[in-house]
């Protein structure tokens, strides 16, 4: 009977383990089978120019970075985007302040230095570069933005 059992058992762990396996179907990405040339910016875009401002599409949109950041680093001890954009440097770097927003915690807590979920500023804002759109987009700017 434990014979048995253990037969049983191990029966069971292998169609666990195999049969997700047989059934994995292969994925079809919106961009058809055309491969992403590498990450984004790399040396196959080029940087779009340094410039004012763009215009944001909806109130609440990360503002894109109108500017190359080529080099700029963040890491744990260093934050280069914070090094004209904090603000104790904006009065000499000519940078936007970072939002207020970007100081509150996820539990609501507002700190006196840039919360941790905003540390990777690039999750959200990103750079320009000559990158064509990979799939179609018929998005309208919101009614209040649009001049
Ligand atoms: C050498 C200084 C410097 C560094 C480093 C820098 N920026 Fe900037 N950034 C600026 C300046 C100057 C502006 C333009 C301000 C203006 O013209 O109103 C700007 C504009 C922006 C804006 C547009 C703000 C808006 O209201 O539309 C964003 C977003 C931004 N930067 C994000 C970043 C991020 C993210 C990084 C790091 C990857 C970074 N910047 C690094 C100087 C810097
Ligand atoms: C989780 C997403 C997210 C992250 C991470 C993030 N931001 Fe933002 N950022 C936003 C959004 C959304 C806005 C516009 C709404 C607002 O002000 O909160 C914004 C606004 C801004 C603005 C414009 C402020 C203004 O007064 O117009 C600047 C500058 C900026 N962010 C810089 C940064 C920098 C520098 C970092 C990294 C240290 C960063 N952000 C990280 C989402 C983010």
């Known amino acids: 009977m434990k014979k048995l059992m253990t037969m049983l058992a191990l029966f069971m762990s292998f169609c666990m383990v195999?049969?997700?396996?047989?059934?994995?179907?292969?994925?079809k990405s919106l961009r058809g089978s055309e491969a992403v040339?590498?990450?984004?910016?790399?040396?196959?875009?080029?940087?779009e120019k340094d410039r004012k401002?763009?215009?944001?599409?909806?109130?609440?949109?990360?503002?894109?970075?109108?500017h190359t950041t080529k080099g700029y680093l963040i890491t744990k001890e260093?934050?280069?985007?914070?090094?004209?954009?904090?603000?104790?440097?904006?009065?000499?770097?000519g940078a936007t302040k970072v939002s207020i927003t970007h100081f509150k915690t996820r539990g609501g807590t507002e700190?006196?230095?840039?919360s941790p979920r905003r540390y990777f500023c690039q999750q959200c804002h990103v750079p320009q570069?000559?990158?064509?759109?990979?799939?179609?987009?018929?998005?309208?700017?919101?009614?209040?933005?649009?001049?």
């Open 53 to 66: 401002p763009l215009p944001r599409q909806f109130v609440q949109q990360p503002p894109l970075i109108p």
């Open 37 to 47: 040339k590498g990450d984004a910016p790399s040396e196959n875009y080029r940087w």
């Open 129 to 147: 570069t000559d990158a064509k759109p990979l799939v179609g987009n018929t998005f309208k700017p919101a009614d209040g933005l649009v001049k």
């Open 18 to 27: 195999c049969a997700p396996m047989a059934q994995a179907e292969t994925m």
């Open 111 to 114: 700190l006196t230095n840039i």
């Open 78 to 93: 260093f934050n280069k985007c914070l090094d004209c954009h904090s603000w104790d440097r904006t009065a000499d770097t």
